[in-house]
């Protein structure tokens, strides 16, 4: 496959050759060229990776319903009792709402998918089996993994740790957890069962963590002290973690470099917080950071459109960047910066000015999309979008590209 007449980072006109699944040569834009096989035409768009969503609730959704009132209270047991009183009523059957919000992310863009998958005692494995149907019916056009999720924690509601575990059996990717402290109100007891059936089915583990200051800071700690014990560098993920900066500037930088130096993730929904770690010293460190758009317009939240343009706009601004270089950071992060954590084949971020994802050799998971520069393109958020998965165009102008 030839794509034709793009700018790979914005930079200069290129002509982008494809071996199956991999780039296998960048050549200055000829246009007097008369190629053979198989032409995407770029039309001058920008080039750039496809974007990896490792924070999404694909079992919540309620995207392409009527919009509803907003009926959820404070805390986190307050909202799971909301979303048990009305997944099951929803005016479309869950495993169609799934399929529909993964098809809308392929098609603007998003080829790289970790999905959590609510497991407790009142859904059982229905939510998971749902996510399940989903990965296995886009199977061809987006990569997924599964996070089994105790939303309602492990120890409160007897039995759910027995249904996770069923879930693991049923190949599960990812093993989470949420909360130690204020959730199940039994940190050690919690993180036992967490890295007890993540070791015991050789999967990551990814913590939910919305603790505040000190409390959130005490419970990273127990994680690390786990990862480094057990020998989970490179296997754990921390998503939210919202005020792990709020204690002090010591002890943010302490946590920056534990996290680079056992190789945990950060999985960040970009959310308006104050006291988060700065996502340019995570960057700067070599943490691998990931971009997530967590639930999708559910009973959650009203917010979430499946995509992740748009969530990269909400990186950029509830950061505050102003300047392109940090701007088109924050689209490193949302594309490789997640591909990363889905795969230790792919690198860390090295830094700020890090571009990575279009050298020969690297996989053809990419998105033509118009802008005159990555910065203006999350500015504006154009509808004129190619998105390739495995080398093979999987969607254009925002719809599925049918086999």
Not at 161 to 177: F, I, Q, T
Not at 319 to 334: G, H, K, Q, T
Not at 387 to 396: E, I, P, Q, S
Request: glycine letters at 10%.
């Amino acid at each position: 496959m030839l794509i034709r007449h793009v700018r790979p980072w914005g930079g200069e006109r290129s002509d982008v050759v494809l071996a199956g699944d991999r780039i296998a040569a960048i050549r200055p834009h000829d246009p007097a060229a008369q190629p053979s096989g198989e032409v995407v035409e770029g039309r001058g768009r920008l080039l750039l990776p496809s974007f990896s969503d490792v924070h999404v609730h694909l079992d919540s959704t309620r995207i392409g319903l009527p919009f509803r009132p907003h009926t959820g209270g404070p805390g986190v047991w307050t909202m799971t009792m909301n979303d048990r009183e009305n997944w099951r009523s929803a005016e479309v059957p869950l495993v169609e709402r799934v399929a529909g919000t993964l098809e809308r992310m392929i098609a603007r863009g998003t080829t790289r998918v970790r999905s959590y998958a609510q497991v407790d005692v009142d859904c059982k494995l229905e939510k998971f089996e749902a996510v399940v149907a989903a990965k296995e019916k886009f199977a061809g056009q987006a990569e997924v993994q599964i996070m089994t999720f105790p939303q309602a924690g492990i120890l409160r509601e007897k039995g759910t740790a027995e249904y996770l575990e069923a879930s693991l059996k049923a190949g599960a990717d990812v093993m989470g957890g949420i909360d130690p402290c204020t959730l199940d109100r039994d940190p050690k007891g919690h993180l036992d069962v967490v890295f007890a059936l993540a070791e015991k089915y050789q999967v990551e583990v990814d913590i939910h963590l919305h603790e505040p200051g000190e409390l959130g800071v005490f419970s990273t700690d127990l994680i690390l002290d786990r990862t480094r014990a057990l020998g989970m560098q490179g296997k754990v993920t921390m998503s939210h973690a919202y005020e792990l900066g709020s204690v002090s500037e010591s002890v943010s930088r302490r946590i920056i470099d534990e996290f680079a130096e056992l190789d945990i993730a950060m999985a960040t929904v970009a959310p308006s917080a104050r006291g988060q770690l700065s996502l340019v010293d995570l960057t700067e460190a070599g943490v691998r950071v990931g971009l997530g758009e967590d639930g999708q317009r559910d009973y959650w939240s009203p917010y979430g459109n499946c995509d992740m343009l748009d969530r990269t706009w909400q990186l950029a601004f509830t950061n505050n960047f102003r300047r392109d270089e940090l701007i088109e950071m924050s689209l490193a992060v949302a594309t490789m910066g997640g591909a990363s954590i889905m795969s230790h084949d792919v690198a860390r971020l090295a830094g700020v000015g890090d571009r990575p994802g279009l050298a020969v050799g690297d996989r053809a998971d990419l998105l033509l999309v118009d802008g005159e520069t990555p910065s203006s393109a999350v500015m504006d958020r154009g509808t004129d979008r190619t998105v390739l998965h495995d080398g093979v165009v999987v969607a254009d102008r925002l719809a599925l590209v049918r086999g």
